[in-house]
C-alpha cells in the first residue's frame, strides 16, 4: 500500500508530509567501534586511487559454521575479509576474494565457512588488500540442540523505509523522515534485524525500466544514515510492492526478473525460491526460532480479480510452506510476509482478502496441530498486535511494524478494532518492533515492545511458548532417596 497514491487523503499527506548466547547482546564489546567512513577513500602504495566502500559490510543469518557477508564498492576491485576469533586478535585467516570488478554494481557476496560455533568473531573488509572500514563483528550461532537452554536473543524488525531524492520525489513536504532511527536501532545491538518488506521505493522514474531499479537500489543502499545498522548483528529481508516494484504490483510486473536479481545482489538472504518454483521465499533457524520468508508479490493475483480462487502466495509457495512448517523443529516459527496475515484492510492490502487461499492456511494450521506460529507484517504505516481466537486451538498473533521512515498518519478509527491487543496500535510517528527471544525450555518466551525514532518503548507484550501450544513439562523431581 502506498499512502502516496491518488487515493491517499491531504490530511494524511500533510501528517506524515545469539544475544545472546552469552548474558548480553551478541555483539557487544566485541571489537573497536567503528570510526572510518563508509566513503574513506582508498589508494594504492603508488597513489592510484582504488575502489571506495559505499555500503556494507553487512552480515545475512549467522549459522554455526558460517556466514556470508554482503558489500558494495564504487570501483572495480577484488574484496576479501580477514577474521580472528574475537578473544584472539593476533591469529587472523583470510577469506577468499571476490571479484567486485566483474560484479554488478560493485556489490557481491564473501562467504566466510569453517567456522566454530557459538563463538564471537571480529573481521575486517578488505578492498584490493587495503582495510575498508572499521572492524566488524559477528557471532556464529550455538551448537545447543541436546545441550542445554536456547541462546536468548534479539530481534529487531520494521518495514517502509522512504530515502528522500528530491530531484524525483513529489513536490511538497519530504515523504521520508526521521532516519536517524537506524542509530536508534543500531543502539539496541539486535542478533537479527528483519525487514519486514517496502525496505526502499521505487519511484516513476525507476519501475519503468530495469536500469532505473538498479539505480534506485545503488541510491539508496549507499546512504550514511544506514550504515551503522547494516554492520550491527545478521540481516535477512523480504519485499513488498514498493521494492518490488510499483505500487500495489502483482504477478503482472514485467520487470519482476531483475526486481528478484536485485534482491539477490543487495541481500544475503540463504536462499531465494526453490527449483522450479522462483521467488524471494526462503527460511532458516536462529536459535530456537524458525523463520519463514514469504513472497507475497511474485504469485499475487490483484485483490480485485473477480475469482475465487484468487492467490497472494500461489500454490508452489504454499506447499513449500506448509512442508517447511512439519518439518520444523523451532519452538518458535515466525512467517513474516509484506501484508498483513490476519487483520482485514481497507483496500486489497491484506491476506483476508484472498480468502480460499488464507483460510486453507489456517484450516492445515489446527489440523496438523503446528505450534508456535507468529505472523509478522508491515506496509500499513502503523503498527498494532492482532490476535484471533480459534476454538479449540491456541490463538494467532500478528505483529505489524511500519513504518521506519515514510510518511505517517493518523486515523483514530482504527485504535478500536476487533481482534486488536488492546493498546498496540502506534500512529503518528516512526517506529520498530523489538522480539526479546528468553528464557529457560520449560519457560520460553518473546518479549515483544514496539519503540518510536526517540528510542521510547510505545508498549510491551509477552508471548509464551505455552501459549502456542508449544509448552514442555519438566520432568517429575527425583525421588528422595
Known sequence: MNPLDAKTSRRSLAAGALGSMLAAPMLAGLVAPVTASAQTPLATAS???????????????????????????DAPCSASIEYWVASSPTSRTKSATTDLAQASQFSGHIRLFGLTP??????????DGV??????????????????????????????????EPDVDRPGRPYGDRHDIFDVMAAQQPDLMLWLGDNLYYREVDYSSKDGMATRWAYERKQAYVQKLLRTGSHAAIWDDHDYGQNDSNASFVFKDEALALQKRYWANPSYGIPGTP???????????????????????????????????????????????????????????????????????????????????????????????LFMSGDVHRSELTRI????????????????????????????????????????????????????????RMVVSVINADGQTKWTHEITAASLGAEIKPPPPKPAA
Open 118 to 127: 557459538g563463538t564471537a568473531y571480529g573481521y575486517q573488509l578488505l578492498l
Open 389 to 444: 481466537e480459534r476454538p479449540g486451538h491456541y490463538a494467532l498473533h500478528d505483529m505489524t511494524s511500519s513504518p521506519m521512515t515514510s510518511g505517517v498518519y493518523v486515523d483514530e478509527s482504527l485504535r478500536v478494532r476487533d481482534n486488536l491487543v488492546p493498546g498496540t496500535v502506534v500512529m503518528g510517528e516512526r517506529n520498530f518492533c523489538r522480539i526479546r527471544f528468553e528464557g529457560t525450555k520449560f519457560d520460553r
Open 47 to 73: 597513489g592510484g586511487r582504488l575502489g571506495k566502500l559505499v555500503s556494507g559490510p553487512m552480515a545475512g543469518p549467522a549459522e554455526m559454521r558460517g556466514v556470508s557477508i554482503w558489500v558494495q564498492s
Open 279 to 373: 521467488g524471494a521465499f526462503t527460511t532458516f533457524g536462529f536459535a530456537d526460532a524458525d523463520f519463514f520468508l514469504l513472497d507475497d508479490r511474485w504469485y499475487r493475483d490483484d485483490h480485485k480479480l473477480n475469482d475465487a480462487r484468487r492467490v497472494m502466495l500461489g500454490d508452489g509457495q504454499m506447499r513449500w510452506l506448509k512442508n517447511a512448517l512439519l518439518t520444523s523443529t523451532g519452538r518458535f516459527k515466525i512467517i513474516a510476509g509484506g501484508s498483513q496475515m490476519l487483520h482485514k484492510g481497507k483496500r486489497g492490502d491484506s491476506w483476508q482478502d484472498y480468502p480460499a487461499e488464507r483460510d486453507d492456511f489456517l484450516k492445515f494450521l489446527a489440523e496438523s496441530k503446528i505450534t508456535g506460529v
Open 131 to 164: 582495510a575498508a572500514g572499521g572492524a566488524q563483528s559477528i557471532r556464529t550461532q550455538s551448537l545447543w540442540q541436546w545441550r542445554t537452554d536456547a541462546p536468548n536473543f534479539t530481534l529487531l524488525a520494521g518495514s517502509c523505509n522512504y530515502g528522500n
